[in-house]
């Protein structure tokens, strides 16, 4: 299992739908808040214990990702709770940050719309977006060596 509790995570588009099972008493879903190489933090209305396996399904593309991890925090904040989740494999964390990749095409899609009144297709924002920050996005705390 991969355990980093350190805050080393990318700041992500709020708004990316998460399903979280087992849900406990209620349906529960979710947003992503972040996520990192060996996890990712979602908001949640009820509280999860460390040590809890759940699943996650990532909804943001067109075929949504399943993906297995256990809480390692939980923490209230407001009227929410911010659960902290580690990865069970590296392969999990790989595809959860491609991913990340496709929600944030669809995030400068919706800004380009808003701030330029501009319509792009998903192709001709992911050719902008990977032209302007696919380089940072390559770096920004996903190395090999890690």
């Not at 989740?85 to 790989?94: E, H, L, P, R, T």
């Not at 959860?96 to 808003?114: A, F, G, N, P």
């Not at 701030?115 to 050719?127: F, G, H, S, V």
Request: one cysteine or more; hydrophobic letters at 35%; proline letters at 5%.
């Amino acid at each position: 299992m991969i355990h980093q509790h350190e805050r080393a995570y990318i700041r992500h588009p709020a708004d990316i739908p998460l399903d979280v099972e087992p849900t406990r008493d209620c349906g529960c879903t979710g947003a992503v808040r972040n996520l990192s190489r060996g996890g990712l933090a979602f908001s949640s209305p009820q509280p999860y214990l460390p040590g809890d396996s759940i699943d996650l399904i990532i909804r943001c593309c067109p075929d949504p990702l399943n993906v297995r991890g256990e809480v390692v925090w939980c923490e209230g904040h407001d009227s929410q709770y911010v659960v902290g989740v580690a990865f069970f494999s590296a392969g999990d964390a790989y595809q959860v940050r491609m991913v990340e990749q496709i929600c944030q095409i669809e995030q400068y899609r919706r800004d380009v719309r808003h701030r330029e009144k501009r319509e792009l297709t998903l192709e001709e924002a992911a050719r902008e977006w990977i032209e302007r920050y696919a380089g940072s996005f390559a770096q920004s705390g996903w190395s090999d060596d890690q």
